[in-house]
């Protein structure tokens, strides 16, 4: 009977011999460890003398750059919210951590949210609701200290999202220049409540232009 296990390859015990090249052999002081124990405590000596760059918080509250992407809040604009419940950041949330419920309305934008909610157990920060929103309604804030006692508590309605779009000036001011730049070389945003309708733009307007053919338009425009 043929004994097959001859044939298989079986692991070499220490294989890495002392005349390996890649074998190097410790001194005396290196088998001791004590030289890199002496190496780290110095290290650790040194830093005690270096400038304490630790916050000391709560008392110290760091302040976010206009980038950072904490908690979302709806954007209060002349006394009511900007918010036309369009659902756009609900369908985009990931977590689904965003429910609200449209109205109508006499006003100019036509819809409003009758109640917002976000349940901040769910959400990521991951900003898609921000992304999404054609009227900059929703924002994500500096606000980073969050603290609940109870799961009702995580849920926020409308009444603590909403936020006067003074306090949001430096958010909105780098959504401009980071969202949809090449619009503004076309019509002005209308920031009354923030309506940014299409219907005031140019009356030689051409909806069957393109990007291209707009941009040549109005050099053309600015040239004559």
């Given amino acids: 009977m043929t004994d097959y296990t001859q044939n298989l390859d079986r692991p070499v015990r220490n294989a890495l011999t002392e005349n390996s090249d890649n074998e190097r052999k ?11 124990i002496f190496k780290g405590l110095a290290f650790s000596f040194k830093q005690m003398f270096k400038p304490d760059i630790t916050m000391r918080y709560p008392e110290e509250r760091w302040d976010p750059p206009a980038i950072f992407r904490g908690r979302p809040v709806l954007v209060k604009d002349n006394g009511k919210e900007r918010c036309v419940a369009c659902g756009l950041c609900a369908r985009a949330c990931p977590p689904l951590a965003i429910s609200m419920q449209a109205s109508e309305t006499d006003d100019e934008k036509e819809r409003y949210p009758d109640f917002f909610e976000i349940n901040m157990l769910r959400c990521i920060y991951c900003g898609f609701c921000e992304e999404v929103c ?19 508590e995580a849920i926020y309605d409308k009444e603590k999202l909403l936020v006067p779009k003074e306090e ?3 958010r909105l001011d780098f959504l401009k220049s980071y969202k949809n730049r090449q619009f503004g070389q076309f019509w002005n945003y ?13 009356e030689n307007w051409d909806t069957g232009l393109s990007i291209v053919d707009i941009l040549e338009a109005k050099n053309d425009k ?3």
Avoid at 26 to 34: K, P, V
């Fill in 168 to 170: 949001l000036k430096e």
């Fill in 190 to 202: 209308k920031e009354e409540n923030n309506i940014h309708s299409v219907r005031n733009r140019d």
């Fill in 222 to 224: 600015e040239t004559n």
């Fill in 26 to 36: 410790l001194t005396f002081l290196e088998r001791l460890y004590l030289p890199e």
């Fill in 134 to 152: 054609p009227e900059e309604a929703i924002v994500m804030s500096k606000d980073y200290d969050l603290v609940f006692h109870s799961r009702g």
